[in-house]
């Protein structure tokens, strides 16, 4: 996947159109790629990369925000179809992951992401935790595995919302 973010206003349709087909588009289209090798295959696995901001949309983030849930719900929905030929999806949550994205400077700053995030107090997840992430998917029963504090915190929020939604709740 890419990370391009911005306010969605000022974002140019090619670049959300960019942004779709990369971080959902390509998820979609590697899954029929592989579905014959994954169906020939005992105990086979996809592991989607989704991100925090799949849980809680992000503001500076909309798209790239909801590419991510994109990825989430079908990673949820292939999980179930997928049952009944042998074949586990699971999806990693990370924050911020320290890589070399978060060099990059926007157009609006000449500061890179890394120091804005730093100095706002956001963690930056080292790619270690999400190695380790990604063997506790692999190995674990959850569907959804978040990988560090903001990514359990948004995961949290996401919940909470919708137990309010539910009928009878105030």
Known sequence: GIGSGGQFIDMAPEEADRLIAINFGGVVNGIYSALPLLRATPGAMILNTGSASGFYGVA???????????????TEALEIEFAKHGIKVRSLMPG????PLL???SADSNEPARERLSSSGFEIVPVERVAEAAWEAVHGDRVHVTVGKMAKRLSRLARLQVEDALPGRA
């Open 60 to 74: 500076g983030l909309a798209v790239y925000s909801a590419t991510k849930f994109a990825v989430r719900g079908l």
């Open 103 to 105: 060099d990059q400077v």
């Open 96 to 99: 911020f992951i320290d890589t």
